[in-house]
């Protein structure tokens, strides 16, 4: 037998959840008091949570919690379901312009809420584990946080693509009442693309 080519790729555990918190610069002493009250873990820049089996979960207030605490996104994976929250400044006009691109197909999609004084942009998907190992090699949970910092300035800045990205995949079967394509698109959203599978 000769083996012609090996795809490397990631491995889903399929009876766990791990939340991954991010945050871009340094916790203040206030916040990470209140992260240390809040969950018990010494605070620092990574916080990583990890729950094995059936019925063990985060606590469901602390992922909005967190991410007005200093935390900039949070990555999650549960059951080979990929989530991405992205912390930003409440901005009533970015806001008013993504809604045109939230979408939602069986959990996946653009999401938009308030917490606090932060605006939260969240994505659900699948991944395409082939194509994120290629993108971000050992680990997708610091992988997609790197890739989310880069869509973190590109939304401050104006460019929608990241969105536009996510609702061609998720959002995009009605061609006549779709929001216009992103155009160019940025680098971050031809990653985005790359990774989400849609089946």
Request: charged share 25%; net charge negative; glycine share 8%.
């Amino acid at each position: 037998m000769r083996i012609l080519s090996i795809r490397r790729s990631y491995e889903a555990d399929h009876s766990s959840s791990s939340y991954e918190f991010f945050a871009f610069d340094q916790l203040t002493a206030p916040q990470r008091a209140t992260v240390r009250e809040l969950t018990g873990e010494s605070a620092r820049q990574h916080l990583r949570f990890h729950y094995q089996g059936e019925w063990r979960d985060i606590p469901s207030d602390w992922p909005g919690k967190l991410l007005t605490m200093g935390y900039d996104v949070l990555v999650s994976e549960s059951y080979d379901w990929w989530g991405v929250d992205l912390a930003l400044p409440q901005d009533l006009a970015l806001m008013e312009r993504l809604k045109p691109y939230l979408c939602e197909s069986d959990g996946r999609g653009l999401y938009v809420r308030v917490v606090g004084d932060r605006m939260i942009v969240s994505l659900g998907m699948h991944m395409d584990y082939s194509a994120a190992y290629g993108a971000f090699g050992e680990d997708p949970f610091e992988g997609l946080a790197d890739l989310f910092e880069r869509v973190r300035d590109e939304l401050l800045s104006g460019d929608l693509s990241a969105a536009w990205a996510t609702y061609q995949t998720y959002g995009g079967y009605d061609e006549d009442d779709g929001p216009e394509p992103a155009e160019p698109l940025s680098r971050s959203a031809s990653t985005l693309l790359s990774i989400m599978a849609n089946y």
